[in-house]
């Protein structure tokens, strides 16, 4: 059974801190990996993406991965109230662009 | 570019009966799946089609069914509806190129069944 498992939280943080979410991954030949942000009532929204060992940065956002851990973590720089929500981590596991998603942790950042 | 868009947005269904959701990708996206979200399962992979082709399946039962057509955009049929299939639907396109799996997300349907 593959799996993704993440630490449901809640997390909370206070603005301007670094949040700091983790998400590990049950299968050693996943290839493709995602950061995923949910507020509440709305849709998945993609924000990060990752293919390769090490750090990719996109403005606050900065997603790491070690495949050799099966780790894929996500650090959020200067945290706003607006970055509250759950935030989902996702694998590709297989053939085509299906993705196992991991429950989410849901981030709360107080001003 | 537009986004994924879905349709309906809202369905309340009774037991028993049978619902079809549409969705239309990304200009340019081949690559359509389907997930349900609910609170206890969170996300789950339905089906992926490729090409009106399925290419891939999840771990739910043959009432749920789903189709592409030659423009890319899709329907997802569920029959038989039952209580527990009351969830968020959520249709997410890709260009479906081998490395490309950034998959977007459309609103979503919200079906209930009573």
């Known amino acids: 059974q593959k799996e993704v498992e993440q630490n449901s939280g809640p997390l909370s943080v206070p603005e301007g801190a670094i949040a700091s979410l983790n998400c590990t991954y049950s299968?050693?030949?996943?290839?493709?990996f995602f950061w995923y942000r949910q507020y509440s009532g709305k849709s998945p929204e993609l924000i990060m993406s990752?293919?390769?060992?090490g750090d990719k940065e996109d403005g606050r956002f900065t997603a790491q991965l070690n495949k050799a851990s099966q780790y894929v973590s996500l650090l959020i720089r200067d945290s706003q109230p607006s970055d509250s929500a759950t935030y989902l981590c996702?694998?590709?596991?297989?053939?085509?662009?299906?993705?196992?998603f991991g429950k989410g942790t849901t981030l709360s950042v107080s001003s | 570019k537009a986004g994924v868009t879905q349709t309906p947005r809202y369905l309340i269904k009774t037991r028993g009966q049978q619902v079809t959701l549409s969705c239309s990708p990304i200009?340019?996206?081949?690559?359509v799946s389907w997930y349900q979200q609910t609170p206890g399962q969170g996300l789950q992979f339905l089906f992926e089609?490729?090409?009106?082709?399925?290419?891939n399946k999840g771990n739910f039962p043959g009432r749920f069914s789903g189709r592409q057509f030659s423009n890319s955009r899709s329907e997802m049929n569920v029959s038989t509806l039952e209580l527990g299939d009351s969830a968020l639907y959520l249709c997410a396109s890709s260009a479906g190129g081998a490395s490309l799996h950034e998959q977007y997300f459309g609103p979503g349907t919200r079906l209930t069944v009573t």
């Open positions: 990752i293919y390769s060992n």
């Open positions: 996702a694998v590709n596991m297989g053939a085509g662009t299906a993705l196992i």
């Open positions: 299968d050693r030949g996943s290839q493709s």
């Open positions: 089609y490729f090409s009106e082709t399925q290419r």
């Open positions: 200009s340019g996206h081949r690559s």
